[in-house]
């Protein structure tokens, strides 16, 4: 499928390259792609966008428009913003950042330091050997890492096999160690496949922002706490921070209810495997997508699908498990992602995100048949506007304070989102309250 | 030929370990197409292929399964109306052949009790990293009683075979079904039908007719 997913050919850069002028070079894709007016603001000057950031608020106002309305397209501290966003640095108290972004970073090297297994050497030989059968031993632990290692790796050297970027040996390093880390701190979690396309994005961004430094320090004086916060020596601690904070609004699309892996990444060998009792948690929330976002909004299309008996599963596990990472090129898949950061710290705009998208395509949709549908579905047109979905998705969440973009043709709505919006979000409530955490 | 010639569409799932090259005999099949490495698969995915069996238009419905998926993720809606899986492994992968015991409970936990499963050892090209030998996949195939090939996708070996195999024993038996389903009801007409046989055939055309209308 080498080439279905084809992420801007700009950015196959190799790691060490230094890139161009990143900012520049997305405007001019913005303005080609997206024809809106709001991206084409002049750029920046590198240290004004920085303190930009100093100057939001704790509520993040301005941070937050600015990203629903796509205005990060060209940003240079894309992963700032992000951290931000994801809670990962105080907004508002920029005097804190600095200790902030070396706690995290001491947090990733103590985590990897104590995951640093080695038998060689073992106090006792007698119990602690390569052939004992004690879980606790540290040579049963050696093979365990061994093993969740090869089958992280078997993921990472196949992530997005088009793009240069992800072919390096450095960079599949990085990402074996921090899915491999992420594996170790969140058991119940493991490693499953999906959540190395969920971590590909955030290294590249990093990478991106820490390329910019490089390049304006090329050119002119950096104030030294920028140059501290986007160290290129930190690429793999500083995506581990934003990984798993994303890892942490998303759980739900990857977690498996009473059942946790075993430490080498397999599901218990012996378990019973009958699922028709308890339903995953991606199942129950796309069902409920459907049912209580869909139907209301779109009744000709939830009645298409469900005659054609086409379950949201079909194509949306894989669209939440990679907050929609295979449908949209990379470029828009990051504007995308800062909307859904922005709206809200437990992503509840992914919900919408579905039904917006469907409902892009639901004229195709309306007159094709199963085969189609589904193939529409599990490859959806990678053209789609995305301002427009984004736009349509907040307009469905908040009909109140958005309007719909003009262009989606907006179907029947019988009943206002707003009050279907009031019912009890299981999904919402949990990852709120453990995010609090 | 256009879809709706077909005489039938056979849903056919691909199943088995992660790695193993699910996604690349789907491709190699359905599109003549090989690469070396293939995006992991996430979820599920979906390709077809119009063939003719034994001069008769048939729709291969192929669904493409994520590896990692063994357990309860694989969501009863990918079972659903699968007449035909081909069951995989790697023949340079030993952990890929031994799982394929838990494999088959899963299918049989889930998937129709008469759905016509095929054994596939894949990579029969790669000769000096071999770790299962041919007899192996063999005898496991000959004690669940299913077809077995060993196939290479690289190569192109095998890889319409086992597919036409499929389709074949999947077509026997629907025929099957269809016969048992006369007997239903002339035996219904005269008022002498058995409840094991009654039971049976409820279960098909549950099954069997996942694409009807449902409302």
Redesign the interface.
């Known amino acids: 499928?080498?080439h279905e997913?084809d992420w801007s050919l700009n950015y196959n850069m190799p790691l060490d390259d230094v890139p161009v002028d990143i900012a520049q070079e997305a405007l001019v894709l913005n303005g080609d792609t997206m024809g809106s007016p709001k991206g084409r603001q002049p750029p920046l000057q590198y240290e004004e966008e920085w303190r930009s950031l100093l100057k939001e608020g704790i509520d993040l106002c301005d941070l937050r428009k600015k990203a629903l309305e796509g205005g990060l397209r060209a940003a240079r501290f894309r992963s700032v913003v992000w951290k931000l966003l994801l809670g990962a640095l105080t907004p508002g108290s920029p005097d804190t950042w600095l200790s902030q972004v070396e706690s995290d970073r001491n947090h990733y090297s103590t985590l990897k330091a104590k995951l640093r297994v080695s038998p060689i050497g073992s106090a006792e030989p007698q119990s602690d050997n390569p052939l004992s059968q004690d879980e606790q031993s540290t040579w049963h632990q050696f093979f365990c890492d061994r093993d969740l290692q090869a089958?992280i790796k078997?993921?990472v050297?196949?992530?997005?096999?088009g793009v240069d970027f992800f072919r390096g040996e450095n960079v599949q390093e990085i990402m074996i160690n921090i899915l491999f880390a992420y594996a170790r701190e969140y058991p119940a979690m493991c490693y499953?496949?999906?959540m190395?396309?969920v971590l590909a994005p955030v290294v590249f961004v990093v990478h991106c922002d820490q390329q910019a430094l490089l390049h304006t320090q090329e050119q002119s004086e950096v104030s030294p706490e920028i140059v501290t916060v986007l160290d290129p020596k930190y690429l793999e601690a500083d995506s581990y921070t934003l990984f798993r904070r994303i890892m942490n609004a998303i759980e739900g699309s990857y977690l498996?209810p009473n059942?946790a892996p075993t430490s080498t990444?397999?599901?218990p060998?012996n378990?019973?495997?009958?699922?028709?009792n308890?339903e995953?948690q991606?199942?129950a929330q796309l069902n409920w997508i459907k049912e209580v976002l869909l139907a209301p909004n779109d009744p000709q299309l939830f009645?298409h699908l469900?005659?054609?008996?086409i379950?949201l599963?079909?194509?949306g596990?894989?669209w939440l498990?990679?907050l929609f990472g295979?449908e949209f090129p990379l470029q828009d898949l990051l504007v995308l992602w800062d909307a859904i950061f922005a709206d809200s710290s437990s992503f509840d705009l992914v919900n919408y995100i579905v039904v917006s998208m469907l409902v892009a395509i639901r004229s195709t949709l309306l007159k094709s048949?199963?085969?189609k549908c589904?193939?529409q579905l599990?490859r959806y047109p990678g053209s789609m506007d995305i301002s427009i979905i984004i736009d349509y998705a907040l307009y469905l969440k908040a009909p109140s304070k958005f309007s719909p973009p003009p262009k989606i043709i907006p179907p029947k709505v019988l009943v206002s989102t707003d009050e279907k919006n009031d019912r009890v979000h299981y999904h919402r409530r949990k990852q709120e309250s453990e995010s609090r955490k | 030929m256009a879809?709706a010639e077909c005489e039938a569409t056979y849903k056919v799932l691909v199943l088995g370990d992660?790695?193993v090259g699910k996604?690349c005999i789907v491709?190699r099949y359905c599109d003549q197409t090989y690469?070396d490495?293939?995006?992991?698969?996430?979820?599920?995915?979906?390709k077809?292929k119009i063939i003719s069996l034994d001069g008769t238009p048939i729709k291969m419905?192929i669904w493409d399964t994520?590896?990692?998926?063994?357990?309860?993720?694989?969501?009863?809606?990918?079972y659903r109306g699968a007449m035909g899986i081909l069951l995989m492994y790697d023949v340079t992968n030993q952990e890929s052949f031994n799982?394929l015991t838990?494999w088959l409970?899963?299918i049989e936990?889930?998937a129709s009790p008469d759905v016509i499963k095929v054994l596939a050892g894949n990579k029969c090209d790669a000769v000096s990293q071999r770790m299962v030998e041919q007899d192996m996949g063999q005898k496991l195939a000959e004690n669940y009683d299913i077809p077995f090939y060993e196939v290479s996708c690289k190569q192109n070996i095998n890889i319409d075979k086992i597919f036409l195999t499929l389709a074949r024993h999947i077509r026997e038996q629907r025929s099957y079904q269809q016969l048992t389903e006369r007997e239903h009801y002339d035996s219904g007409q005269n008022g002498n039908i058995t409840l094991d046989l009654k039971s049976r055939i409820l279960e098909h055309t549950s099954l069997k007719e996942?694409?009807?209308?449902?409302?």
């Not at chain 1, 050297?157 to 096999?161: G, I």
């Not at chain 1, 469900?306 to 008996?309: C, P, T």
């Not at chain 2, 996942?210 to 409302?215: A, F, V, Y």
Request: aromatic fraction near 14%; charged fraction near 20%; hydrophobic fraction near 30%.
């Open positions: 499928m080498n997913y089958l078997q993921d050297v196949r992530t997005f096999p499953r496949q999906g190395h396309e498996i059942m990444g397999y599901f060998a378990m019973k495997t009958t699922m028709n308890t995953n991606v199942v009645q469900e005659q054609l008996d379950p599963q079909l194509f596990i894989r498990r990679l295979r048949d199963y085969t589904l193939t599990m | 879809p992660s790695n996604t491709h690469y490495t293939y995006i992991s698969t996430i979820g599920i995915d979906f077809q419905q994520a590896g990692q998926e063994r357990f309860r993720t694989l969501t009863t809606a990918y799982n838990y409970k899963n936990e889930n996942p694409w009807k209308c449902t409302c």
